[in-house]
T-cell receptor, first 118, second 109 residues
């Protein structure tokens, strides 16, 4: 199956700093990638849809100036958490859909990045 | 509004069978997915149903009834490694995925 790689897997930062998370599709081209956030014991919450070469589409309630998304190529999307605060501590997961995977349109997920803001 | 319901937690015994139910109310329907998520890891794809009926894949099977807005994931010959959360997700008319909160499955020896 398609492989999505996410880095870093864990990051600890001080309040007020910015953190960048990378998401790469390793063996397929992803025109669209999705960024999720997941709090403990809760389900995945879609934050934004990242489109290659254009602006990301953010879900309601997600601050676009705080969560900067860049999708500069067909294999790389980045999420930057700017001026991070402790309440931003969460598990961030990216995913992509391989259009050649057939009609299922299943999502392939990165390994996830656990962000802890002190 | 759109809603996916599944039990919060279930417990089963190693070697047994367990059925995890999922009911949904969404704006349109373009397929239902089941994902497995181990603690601290990203979800992995288990199954996809778009037509009514049972899809079998090894020890795991998934069933769909569109008229009832209902699906279940059946796990047979349970193994300790099956302890995980199981997420039900429905793709709506806009091809957006609506996620359930997940069912935490605990397997006991």
């Amino acid at each position: 199956g398609a492989v999505v790689s996410q880095h870093p897997s864990r990051v600890i930062c001080k309040s007020g700093t910015s953190v960048k998370i990378e998401c790469r599709s390793l063996d397929f081209q992803a025109t669209t990638m999705f960024w999720y956030r997941q709090f403990p014991k809760q389900s995945l919450m879609l934050m934004a849809t990242s489109n290659e070469g254009s602006k990301a589409t953010y879900e309601q309630g997600v601050e676009k100036d705080k969560f900067l998304i860049n999708h500069a190529s067909l294999t790389l999307s980045t999420l930057t958490v700017t001026s991070a605060h402790p309440e931003d501590s969460s598990f961030y997961i990216c995913s992509a859909r391989d259009l050649l995977s057939g009609d299922t349109g299943e999502l392939f997920f990165g390994e996830g990045s656990r962000l802890t803001v002190l | 509004g759109q809603n996916i319901d599944q039990p919060t937690e279930m417990t089963a015994t190693e070697g047994a069978i367990v059925q995890i139910n999922c009911t949904y109310q969404t704006s349109g329907f373009n397929g239902l997915f089941w994902y497995q998520q181990h603690a601290g890891e990203a979800p992995t794809f288990l199954s996809y149903n778009v037509l009514d009926g049972l899809e079998e894949k090894g020890r795991f099977s998934s069933f769909l009834s569109r008229s009832k807005g209902y699906s279940y994931l059946l796990l047979k010959e349970l193994q300790m490694k099956d302890s995980a959360s199981y997420l039900c997700a429905v793709r709506d008319s806009n091809y957006q995925l609506i996620w359930g909160a997940g069912t935490k499955l605990i397997i006991k020896p």
